[in-house]
């Protein structure tokens, strides 16, 4: 049950880290999977994915791909609406982790 509950909750920082992540730049998912490690997110492409392709599917983000390698790579981009939900997540995520900290 606790599992359950962190892994939903943790759901929802993933989702701040990729919106946060595609607004400063085009982000694709090998590199959003390291980026997430760094950060203590230890997730696999069969959990990153489908939460990149649910938020393409909400409207959060688009995808374009790209040639590099010689394979194609999906790559990530915050759409109007994502920055709109991330402006207002990122406020309440902030007044929450402040009134956590006193």
Not at 13 to 37: A, C, D, R
Not at 49 to 71: A, F, V
């Amino acid at each position: 049950m606790k599992d359950k509950i962190l892994q939903k909750l943790y759901q929802g920082f993933v989702q701040l880290h990729v919106l946060y992540h595609s607004k400063k730049k085009p982000v694709y998912g090998v590199w959003m999977m390291e980026e997430l490690k760094e950060h203590g997110y230890n997730i696999g492409p069969g959990t990153l994915y489908p939460i990149l392709n649910k938020m393409e599917k909400n409207g959060l983000l688009s995808k374009e791909n790209r040639i590099s390698g010689g394979k194609i790579r999906k790559y990530y981009s915050i759409t109007d609406l994502g920055l709109e939900i991330f402006d207002d997540a990122s406020k309440k995520a902030s007044e929450l982790f402040h009134e956590i900290e006193e």
